[in-house]
């Protein structure tokens, strides 16, 4: 639709769509369901909106402006705003975001390994997307189809990870998936060269979305899990925290790393120059250069074919370099946050002692230790027979035949005849 429309055509399909959810929500869903008299924590979205905006804003402008004034001050309010959000919700009774859950590791620990997993991917698709149009030359609509594996295999991992979180609980599963994250972030890094192939590139998005796949389902359940009934909003708000904020920092993140990557090896590029070259370029033709690959394009179309194949080439390896350093940011944090799993998250006895807890409800009680099975009697080595008495005539055994000798009879004495004496 970009090739042929303006861009924001690209979100007229889903007017369609939202219509008709509309038409089924109104028919389907009830209009009523668990609404309390407790008031909704107004301040606390506005303050949630001050620490996290400004935050946003401050990352995405330092390639441009460096750590000025204006990045600076960002920061400042958008860490006056966390304080006083941590203040505002410690005081109400319906807070927007319970302080005390953060208490639960399998909420703390499955949020930041949501935020890891669900961030790391939309910024890696970020990045992604302009790789495959800019340094391999796909189309828009390619450019989409060839992330169709993660899609696939974020829906078929989900049924494994389910398994796996009813008969060895959340831990394991959402350690796996950060695991395998990793590796497809490791393989954007080291195989997504200028000269990539399409089947590297599908195979690499299906082991991202793999490792999604599996991560997701626990996540989601020890967040939902880890709130009572009443505050059931909040978690659903929590496992949306994750793909929000998470996407939106990552992106920020990983965005900056790409451009100052890119500006810095234009930088080196222009400064090793020679004079007669370095005087064909303008001062404006070198930033415009610098600052984005499409800026590179625009400036090589006024060269000749050979210099222009050789500007174009440039910015393509300076685009490979970027990137290369914001994928690593994105494993990195994925090792990190396998790390806190391991470390952290409970094992399936104290996971469901958490929720049962959380509902009110008994904890289970611990499963006893699996006794050792009593050995066989008919096994045990026999114990050697006590030493003959000499003074006792004892049963022959019968040579040959390898059997164990009884034990020997009682001796009867003869009869005494009436009278006599026994000598």
């Not at 990045?127 to 796909?138: D, E, H, P, S, W």
């Not at 009110?360 to 045990?380: F, H, I, L, N, S």
Request: proline letters at 9%.
């Amino acid at each position: 639709m970009l090739g042929r429309f303006w861009w924001g055509s690209v979100f007229l399909p889903s007017v369609p769509i939202a219509a008709l959810v509309v038409v089924l929500a109104g028919r389907w869903l009830p209009r009523h369901a668990g609404e309390t008299s407790e008031p909704v924590d107004h301040l606390g979205g506005v303050l949630s909106v001050v620490f996290i905006g400004p935050l946003v804003l401050a990352i995405s402008l330092v390639p441009n402006d460096g750590f000025n004034g204006a990045v600076l001050g960002l920061l400042v309010v958008s860490l006056v705003g966390l304080v006083l959000f941590v203040v505002r919700e410690r005081r109400p009774p319906s807070p927007l975001f319970d302080l005390k859950v953060l208490g639960a590791r399998t909420f703390t620990v499955a949020l930041v390994g949501g935020t890891i997993t669900w961030g790391g991917l939309l910024g890696a698709t970020f990045i992604g997307q302009q790789y495959t149009q800019n340094v391999l030359g796909y189309s828009p609509l390619s450019a989409a189809m060839i992330t169709l594996p993660a899609a696939v295999f974020v829906a078929a991992a989900a049924r494994p990870a389910g398994r796996m979180i009813t008969s060895r609980g959340s831990r394991v599963p959402l350690a796996l998936g950060l695991a395998v994250t990793a590796v497809g972030f490791g393989g954007m890094a080291l195989l997504f060269g200028t000269t990539a192939s399409a089947v590297v590139v599908g195979i690499v998005y299906g082991v991202l979305g793999l490792g999604i796949g599996l991560a997701g389902p626990p996540s989601s359940s020890s967040l939902m899990g880890s709130v009572p009934v009443a505050r059931a909003g909040m978690g659903s708000a929590s496992n949306d925290l994750q793909r929000d904020f998470g996407g939106a920092l990552f992106q920020a993140v990983m965005g900056t790393l790409l451009a100052v990557e890119y500006t810095s090896y234009f930088t080196k590029a222009f400064a090793g120059l020679p004079p007669q070259q370095a005087q064909q370029l303008s001062q404006q033709a070198a930033a415009t250069i610098s600052q984005s690959f499409t800026g590179a394009e625009q400036v090589a179309t006024q060269f000749p074919q050979a210099q222009a194949q050789q500007l174009v080439a440039a910015a393509q390896q300076a685009f490979v370099d970027g990137k290369t350093a914001a994928i690593l940011f994105a494993v990195l944090a994925s090792l990190i946050g396998l790390v806190l799993v391991l470390l952290l998250y409970p094992n399936k006895q104290d996971e469901e002692a958490t929720y049962a807890r959380v509902a009110g409800q008994q904890p289970p009680p611990r499963r006893a230790a699996k006794p050792e099975p009593e050995a066989d009697p008919g096994v045990q080595a026999a114990e050697p027979d006590p030493p003959p008495d000499p003074t006792s005539p004892q049963t022959p055994a019968t040579g040959g035949s390898g059997a164990m000798p009884g034990p020997a009879a009682p001796v009867r004495e003869p009869p005494v005849p009436d009278g006599r004496e026994r000598s």
